[in-house]
Structures are given as structure tokens and as C-alpha cells.
């Protein structure tokens, strides 16, 4: 038995209108990689570097560098809706060590700054769990693969 949003998605996909929540997913899609475009200038800066070495990132005058260019690429990937997967990938690669590394807040002794730590990782893991979706789900409505699936489709 469906429901009587599933009823109306389904009737609309059927007559080849757009449901209103299909608009949701693209703004959801940039909300998600607004972080990963605007922080990219931060890894190019000396501070941002020394911090992360600080913290024990190997070769953090390439490795900080590095990773906001793979930060950015999988967002913007992700906004436009292209290669989406990939991008979440992209991202998924760039989070995971740098959670790790640089908000371990368990080895943080001052609790202010554990707290702060802790809210940055589980800020990261949420983000996370986006990019995790991402990878399953794909870009959705009003993007460029679902451009491409519904041209070969045809």
C-alpha cells in the first residue's frame, strides 16, 4: 500500500512533472559542497600548514596543499552534479585522515578545546555520512548526470 506522497510522486513522474522536493536536492547538493569551495584558499596559507604539522601530518607543505585541491574538486563535483560519485569519493578521501588528524580531541588536555575538537569531528562526521550517501544515491534531479542517464536512456 503506498502512501499518499508516494502516490503523488509517482503520478507526477508519470506525467513528466517536476515534484516540488526535486528542487531540494540540488540546493542540498551545494549547501553540502559550500565547505569544501570556499576553504580551499586556507590550504595554501603558511599558518594553515604549520598548524597541520603541528598536529604531525607528514609533509604538510604538500599534504595540506594537496588535500584542498581534493577537497574542491570533489565539491564542486558534487554542486554540479557531475561525476557526483566520484566527487563524494574525492571528499570521503579527504575527510576521513583529516578528521584523524587534526580534530583527535581525545588527545586534547584543555576542555575547552576538547569540546571545540570534538564539535569540529563530529561536524566532520556528519559530513561523513553526506558524502557516504552521495556515493550511494548519486546527484539526483537538476543535475548533469541525471542529464547524461536520461540521454542515453533515450
Known amino acids: 500500500m503506498t502512501s499518499h506522497v508516494e502516490h ?4 507526477s513522474d508519470i506525467r513528466g512533472e517536476i515534484d516540488v522536493t526535486s528542487y531540494l536536492v540540488p540546493i542540498g547538493r551545494l549547501l553540502f ?11 595554501f596559507k603558511a599558518e594553515t600548514i604549520q598548524h ?15 588535500s584542498g585541491i581534493i577537497a574542491f574538486i570533489g565539491g564542486l563535483s558534487v554542486a554540479l552534479g557531475y561525476k557526483a560519485k566520484l ?10 585522515p583529516v578528521t584523524l588528524m587534526m580534530h583527535a580531541f581525545w588527545k586534547v588536555d584543555d576542555p575547552a578545546t576538547r569540546q571545540i575538537q570534538m564539535i ?4 566532520n562526521l556528519s559530513m561523513l555520512g553526506a558524502a557516504l550517501m552521495l556515493i550511494h544515491q548519486g546527484a539526483g534531479p537538476f543535475s548533469f548526470d541525471n542529464m547524461e542517464r536520461t540521454r542515453r536512456s533515450r
Open 8 to 11: 503523488r510522486v509517482r503520478a
Open 52 to 66: 597541520a604539522a603541528a598536529a604531525g601530518v607528514p609533509l604538510a607543505s604538500i599534504a595540506v596543499p594537496l
Open 33 to 43: 559542497a559550500a565547505i569544501f569551495l570556499t576553504t580551499i584558499i586556507g590550504h
Open 87 to 96: 566527487g563524494a569519493l574525492l571528499i570521503v578521501l579527504f575527510l576521513v
Open 120 to 123: 569540529m569531528f563530529m561536524k
